[in-house]
């Protein structure tokens, strides 16, 4: 298999993989919590009901992560950490810079490194500006920083659940075409698949393309 992005299950594609054959696992795997299942309201976007977050990933996508991998960011992890392999110091947070909001006022990460705990600021309302194709989309930026101050320049990189592309955009606008990104997703492939060429021709997804999201997005910028 070569370097690239597949709308295919992980775990068949990770099994394609020697040990050890990524430097870097950067991975937002389904939390567990039935993010797909939520149905619309005060204005948020139908996403259509999908049965991939019943349920978190099994201890043999991870024991496949570890395996494939050299160093992983595990986004959501305080939802499985009893799947993690050993305690760590370098947890990342995503700060939302919204409070007392319906959803949580970030989101966390588990990581292999041995740093100190480190978080980002990026509002809530700035990331939908990217325009959002997912329920749990998480802006480039994110992703950027992530790559900014974990990666070393030269390494291969995997995404094991790509959902919305975010992360694919951030490794090639950070000049890391070494990649491997898996979404099983039919549609969701395709949308992710559509931003990121959109990406590569310079152009962005239109984000108010559903009345909802507008309107929803004009009374978050007024929120905060």
Not at 152 to 166: E, N, W, Y
């Amino acid at each position: 298999m070569d370097f690239g992005f597949y709308n295919m299950d992980c775990m068949a594609g990770m099994a394609q993989f020697p040990d050890n054959f990524f430097d870097l696992a950067i991975v937002d795997p389904p939390y567990g919590i039935g993010a797909a299942k939520e149905k619309p309201h005060n204005g948020w976007v139908d996403w259509g009901i999908k049965q991939w977050d019943n349920k978190s990933p099994n201890e043999n996508y991870f024991k496949e992560l570890f395996r494939i991998s050299k160093n992983q960011i595990v986004w959501g992890a305080n939802h499985f950490i009893s799947k993690m392999p050993f305690d760590s110091s370098c947890w990342l947070i995503w700060d939302k810079s919204q409070r007392e909001f319906s959803l949580g006022d970030g989101e966390m990460a588990w990581t292999s490194f041995s740093k100190a705990m480190r978080i980002k600021t990026y509002s809530r309302a700035k990331a939908l500006q990217e325009g959002k194709i997912h329920p749990t989309q998480k802006p480039v930026a994110l992703y950027r920083w992530l790559l900014q101050n974990y990666a070393k320049p030269g390494d291969r990189l995997i995404s094991t659940h790509v959902g919305s592309a975010s992360d694919l955009i951030a490794f090639e606008m950070e000049g890391f075409p070494e990649y491997v990104g898996f979404e099983i997703d039919a549609d969701y492939y395709h949308d992710s698949k559509k931003r990121l060429e959109q990406w590569r021709k310079g152009r962005t997804i239109d984000i108010f393309k559903k009345t909802e999201f507008n309107k929803n997005y004009e009374q978050m910028k007024i929120a905060i």
